[in-house]
């Protein structure tokens, strides 16, 4: 966890709070890839099921992670001009999460259910 000075007055993440929920959600995505690919090669859609539930889990840690993090921002902190671009950025980055993690789930498990039939 970050520290409070790093947060700014928006009710936002630091920018590190930033880098590890895209580096979870990296982490959800790119084994689907690369096991989509491996199935299409090998002919064995289990490779392509399991990456499902390899991304429900990381989008559960992304929304776990989102929430301790909301649970634990301070109040209203100083701004510096110099910080403010990357406030935004953050801000704007901050209010996708939630959708992209929901539909990640809901994808996540149609694959992780149903991935091998798409081989068979």
């Given at each position: 966890?970050?520290?409070p000075?790093?947060?700014?007055?928006?009710?936002?993440?630091?920018?590190?709070?930033?880098?590890?929920?895209?580096?979870?959600?990296?982490?959800?995505?790119?084994?689907?890839?690369?096991?989509?690919q491996?199935?299409?090669?090998?002919?064995?859609?289990?490779?392509?099921?399991?990456?499902?539930?390899l991304?429900?889990l990381?989008?559960?840690?992304?929304?776990?992670?989102?929430?301790?993090?909301?649970?634990?921002?301070?109040?209203?902190?100083?701004?510096?001009?110099?910080?403010?671009?990357m406030?935004?950025?953050?801000h704007?980055?901050?209010?996708?999460i939630?959708?992209?993690?929901y539909?990640?789930?809901?994808?996540?498990t149609?694959v992780?259910?149903?991935?091998?039939?798409?081989?068979?």
């Open positions: 966890m970050s520290l000075e790093e947060r700014s007055d928006m009710g936002q993440p630091s920018p590190r709070d930033t880098v590890v929920e895209a580096s979870l959600m990296l982490m959800a995505v790119l084994p689907m890839l690369v096991s989509f491996l199935s299409l090669t090998t002919g064995e859609g289990h490779w392509f099921q399991r990456s499902g539930a991304m429900v990381f989008s559960v840690g992304i929304e776990y992670h989102r929430r301790h993090v909301m649970r634990c921002l301070p109040g209203a902190m100083a701004v510096t001009q110099s910080s403010l671009r406030a935004h950025w953050i704007r980055f901050w209010r996708s939630p959708y992209v993690c539909t990640a789930i809901a994808v996540g149609l992780w259910s149903y991935g091998d039939l798409l081989f068979a």
